[in-house]
Nanobody, 122 residues
């Protein structure tokens, strides 16, 4: 499975960005997808996850109400819409897929993207 993230960049606090994760090599609709982030000096943390069907989602408390995860299985692409960005959202964002995972416990995967930098200036 290959994953390629896009959409990162520099944005002012309060602004928005939309990340995309293009998946190839497997049937995307068979996999749950998660977005993770890692800030300098910090451990990687899960941001949001979505079930294979797209029906069920999970969000970290720190992003609830600001971020929205979605997917388009016909396009083999997942998304993370990030609104009301804060300086503490600055990190490298990664997408990952998993064939069998409880969304709230999604921490590891054999399949990761290369990451995309999100920088929020205050």
């Amino acid at each position: 499975v290959q994953l390629v993230e896009s959409g990162g960049g520099l944005v002012q606090a309060g602004g928005s960005l939309r990340l995309a994760c293009a998946v190839s090599g497997r049937t995307f609709s068979n996999y749950a997808m998660g977005w993770f982030r890692q800030a300098p000096g910090k451990e990687r943390e899960i941001v949001a996850a979505i079930s294979a069907s797209g029906i069920t989602t999970y969000y970290a408390d720190s992003v609830k109400g600001r971020f929205t995860i979605s997917r388009d299985n016909a396009k083999n692409t997942g998304y993370l819409q990030m609104n009301s960005l804060k300086s503490e959202d600055t990190a490298v964002y990664y997408c990952a897929v998993h064939s069998r995972v409880v969304l709230q416990k999604f921490r590891e995967s054999d399949y990761w993207g290369q990451g995309t930098q999100v920088t929020v200036s205050s």
